[in-house]
C-alpha cells in the first residue's frame, strides 16, 4: 500500500478526487444562486399573472354580458371597449375586432411601461440589429412570441385595402420596404398609437395625419429642387390655365 501511494497513478488519483471535490462545491453554490433568483423571479412573475388574471376575468365578465345582449339586439362591441379602456380604441384602423383580446393581454394600466418605446420593445416591434465594432452583423427584429405583437401584426396585415392614413402608410412602406417590413412599420405606428390613447386617456384624431401629409408633400417639393438644381435646372410650377 505504502508503496502505491509513492507512485504517479496515486498522484494523479489524488489530483482528480481534488478537482471533483471542488467541481461539486462550486454547483451547489449555483444552485443555490439559482433557487434565489428563481425566487424572486417567481414572486414578480406572481405578481404579473394575478393581473392578468384580473385582465381576463372582466373580459370573460364583459363577453358574458356582449353574448346575452345578442339576443335582444343590444350588442355592441364598440361600446363595451370604451366602458374597459376609458377610450374609443375601436377608432384606430384594424383594432375594430381585438379590442377585448388586447384587454385580457395588456389591461388598462400603462404604468409597466414608461414610455411608448418601452412598449414597443416589449411587444418586438423594433429593429433589434446587432452592432459590434462599428459594423452591422444582424439586422432584423427579435424573435419573440408575443400575443399582443402579434395581435398589432394582424390589425397591420388588415389594411392592405383600407383606405385610411394608415392603410395609406402601410401601402408607401410596401413599396419603399417590402411586405414584411411594412408589416412590422405600421404594427409599431398603430401599437404606439395605442398607447398614447389608453395612457394619456385621449381619443383618435385623425386630422394629424393630414398636417403630417402636407409636411412630407413639402419635404418631397424640396428634394426634387434640390437634385434638378444639381443637374443644372429649374423646377417651375404647372399655372392653371384660365377658362
Keep these: 500500500m505504502r508503496f502505491f501511494e509513492k507512485t504517479a497513478v496515486w498522484a494523479a488519483l489524488k489530483r482528480l478526487a481534488m478537482g471533483l471535490g471542488l467541481i461539486a462545491l462550486f454547483s451547489a453554490i449555483l444552485l443555490v444562486s ?27 365578465t364583459a363577453i358574458v354580458y ?37 384587454f385580457s393581454e395588456v389591461g388598462r394600466d400603462m404604468s409597466r411601461w414608461p414610455t411608448a418605446g418601452n412598449f414597443i420593445s416589449w411587444l418586438a416591434l423594433c429593429p433589434d440589429n446587432d452592432i459590434s465594432g ?46 414584411q417590413a411594412a408589416t412590422m412599420a405600421t404594427a409599431h405606428k398603430i401599437a404606439v398609437i395605442f398607447y398614447t390613447m389608453v395612457k394619456n386617456q385621449v381619443e383618435y384624431d385623425e386630422t394629424i395625419w393630414d398636417t403630417r401629409d402636407a409636411q412630407r408633400e413639402k419635404r418631397l417639393e424640396a428634394k426634387l429642387k434640390r437634385h434638378a438644381k444639381q443637374l443644372g435646372y429649374e423646377l417651375v410650377p404647372i399655372q392653371p390655365k384660365a377658362a
Design 34 to 60: 439559482d433557487l434565489g433568483h428563481r425566487k424572486t423571479a417567481s414572486a414578480a412573475s406572481g405578481a404579473a399573472r394575478a393581473q392578468s388574471g384580473t385582465n381576463s376575468r372582466i373580459v370573460k
Design 66 to 102: 356582449f353574448a346575452r345582449d345578442v339576443g335582444t339586439d343590444q350588442c355592441d362591441l364598440r361600446t363595451e371597449a370604451y366602458k374597459l379602456f376609458g377610450v374609443d380604441i375601436s377608432q384606430i384602423p384594424g383594432i375594430e375586432e381585438n379590442a377585448l383580446p388586447l
Design 134 to 179: 462599428g459594423k452591422l452583423l444582424w439586422r432584423g427584429a427579435r424573435r419573440v412570441k408575443n400575443r399582443v405583437g402579434h395581435l398589432f401584426r394582424m390589425a397591420a396585415y388588415a389594411l392592405h385595402r383600407s383606405l385610411t392614413p394608415l392603410g395609406n402608410y402601410l401601402r408607401r412602406m410596401k413599396a419603399k420596404l417590402g411586405p
